[in-house]
């Protein structure tokens, strides 16, 4: 086969020419007195295919540095259900080479800063509260490392205080990082241990999540950008918060809400949501978006507070940056809750109409991907974070032509990785000439036509590497695991597996993973590895190549940072989702 070395044909063309003289031989002399010997010989060489295969797959995943991203060799007497065990294996061995720099270098501190043996280290820039070890607890337990658990645990059971400041003096983080990884995590933990401390510590910290809710300020209606955890009390000089740090936090609480039967934390998340619901009913969209169905990433507050509703600062509209997980939240906490509320369901179905009809383009070359759009049209450009697309779409799908936006959107982020020298995906990709996909607007936009208002956005050209940052993110990965559930295509995890090997051979470290300032560098490392590295991008890989789903998708629902929640109920929607589409 193409990509083969000679020496693994030869030793394949060998190995099967002596196994059907063997059988042949012994076949004809059973009763002779060699029949054990021969045999002997046989089981031998069969031992022998056996490690040169490991040889081979252990050359592909060595770290020599390479300007292309090798591919798996793998002997062709390796089953396809030995391919994926070995795969999982590699991942798990990826997991725990990044979690032990963590846990030698960095441990109860927020992140590890990777480098050599002499100069990784670790830092505190979420408050000091471990987020890399509270992020990653559900993945210790999904890959059965009881030790490993058992040591994250005594660390949460004594060390872990949401009461107190780490760092020894008051410090503002941010509340939708505490939401989506802390508070997140905690829950993941709790779902996949059923060990109450993770549910205690949950509750411990969500209350003091309630002071981004103070009602007596008014900016803080329905949430903050930043909160001192220990006290609770929010910064009133922060940012106002952007429709994503708004709109995700309602999963996180919903799921507190129904474990612990204090309906505050899922009524207080959730007034936001209901907010946009009534403006939706009461006012016409196009005085606030550029696209009926979505809203901006950034408005005012008196948008939010309004009785009528206002105009937003920007009618810009993203499924990425700023809004991401607030579209991926409305799905999410609808299934969730046991897909009762019809009011959520409509508004997911008017975001997901404009998001297919309004939002999705593809350019000359066939490549689908989905640009921010303002009154001036589309930006044709599209971040690594609106790659979730694929997965959020799996989710809700209804027509088949959702279906098909997420396996094109995700097949173009595949091929954003495998267009650049290191096989890694950038985090922003410009296009050119392009038209709706789907819409009725025929007009074709050019990039020139629009200025572009990102530093890292670069011309992509589908045969020349890119240049732009590579920041470990798990959303390409994300899409691929669901394809790969709701379809059971082989080719996503093939193209999994290449994004695997990309990250092994261009952001390994001596002590843990980096990100690269340019993913034309390999060099270009910037000694960053965020929590979400362990708790999206290594579990997704993890959970693609598992024969059986831990977690199946018509019983769980994972929240932003994949962490695994327990529905109230059989998911009626996925379920049938996963029927209709699954290969025969």
Not at 351 to 373: Q, R
């Amino acid at each position: 086969m193409p990509g083969r070395s000679n020496a693994v044909q030869a030793a394949l063309l060998c190995g099967v020419c002596f196994i059907v003289g063997v059988l042949v031989t012994v076949l004809g002399v059973a009763a002779t007195d060699g029949l054990h010997a021969r045999v002997d010989a046989f089981g031998r060489e069969v031992q022998k295919l056996r490690k040169e295969a490991l040889r081979a797959e252990a050359r592909i995943q060595s770290h020599a540095a390479s300007a292309a991203t090798p591919r798996p060799q793998i002997a062709e007497n390796v089953t396809a259900a030995i391919l994926t065990a070995r795969r999982r294996g590699a991942v798990k061995r990826m997991f725990l080479h990044a979690w032990n720099g963590y846990r030698t270098y960095a441990w109860g501190m927020d992140e590890l800063v990777p480098g050599t043996f002499e100069t990784a280290t670790g830092a505190s820039s979420f408050g000091g509260y471990g987020v890399t070890l509270v992020d990653s607890i559900d993945l210790l337990a999904m890959m059965g490392l009881t030790a490993e658990l058992q040591e994250a645990r005594e660390f949460v059971r004594t060390e872990l205080d949401y009461s107190s400041n780490p760092l020894g003096e008051p410090t503002q983080v941010s509340a939708f990082e505490l939401t989506i990884r802390h508070l997140g995590g905690l829950l993941g933990a709790y779902t996949c241990t059923a060990d109450r401390l993770y549910l205690e510590k949950a509750v411990q910290l969500a209350d003091r999540l309630l002071g981004c809710y103070a009602k007596n300020i008014p900016r803080f209606l329905f949430g903050c950008s930043t909160i001192d955890v220990a006290s609770g009390h929010a910064d009133p000089d922060a940012p106002w918060p952007n429709l994503a740090e708004l709109g995700t936090k309602q999963m996180e609480f919903t799921y507190l809400s129904l474990l612990t039967g204090n309906a505050t934390y899922q009524r207080v998340a959730n007034e936001f949501f209901e907010r946009l619901h009534d403006i939706a009913e009461t006012k016409d969209s196009a005085t606030f978006s550029a696209v009926h169905g979505l809203w901006p990433g950034l408005f005012d507050r008196n948008m939010a507070q309004s009785t009528v509703g206002g105009t937003g600062v920007q009618k810009r509209v993203s499924i990425g940056a700023d809004a991401d997980s607030f579209y991926e939240y409305i799905i999410k906490v609808y299934l969730l809750a046991g897909e009762k509320d019809a009011w959520l369901h409509g508004m997911y179905r008017r975001a997901v109409d404009g998001i297919v009809m309004n939002m999705t383009h593809v350019d000359g070359k066939g490549l689908h991907f989905i640009p921010p759009v303002d009154d001036t049209g589309p930006e044709l450009a599209m971040d690594h974070l609106t790659c979730f697309v694929g997965a959020m779409l799996l989710l809700g799908a209804e027509e088949d032509m959702e279906y098909e936006v997420a396996a094109n959107v995700t097949r173009t982020c595949y091929h954003t990785y495998g267009t650049t020298a290191t096989g890694l995906g950038p985090e922003m990709t410009l296009f050119g000439e392009a038209k709706k996909a789907y819409g009725s607007d025929p007009a074709v936009k050019t990039g020139t036509q629009h200025t572009h208002r990102h530093r890292h956005v670069h011309q992509y050209v589908p045969t020349m590497p890119m240049v732009d940052l590579y920041l470990l993110r798990p959303e390409a990965l994300e899409s691929l695991y669901y394809l790969w559930v709701y379809t059971q295509d082989p080719k996503y995890r093939e193209w999994a597996w290449d994004i695997f090997v990309a990250i092994e051979t261009h952001c390994r470290m001596e002590v843990g993973y980096s990100s690269l300032r340019n993913v034309a560098d390999p060099a270009s490392k910037t000694r960053r590895m965020e929590s979400f590295f362990l708790a999206e991008t290594v579990k997704y890989l993890w959970l693609i190549f598992c024969d059986e789903q831990p977690f199946p998708l018509d019983t769980y629902t994972f929240n932003t940072e994949a962490h695994p929640f327990l529905r109230l109920s059989g998911g009626r929607l996925v379920e049938r989702n996963l029927k209709r589409w699954v290969k025969a």
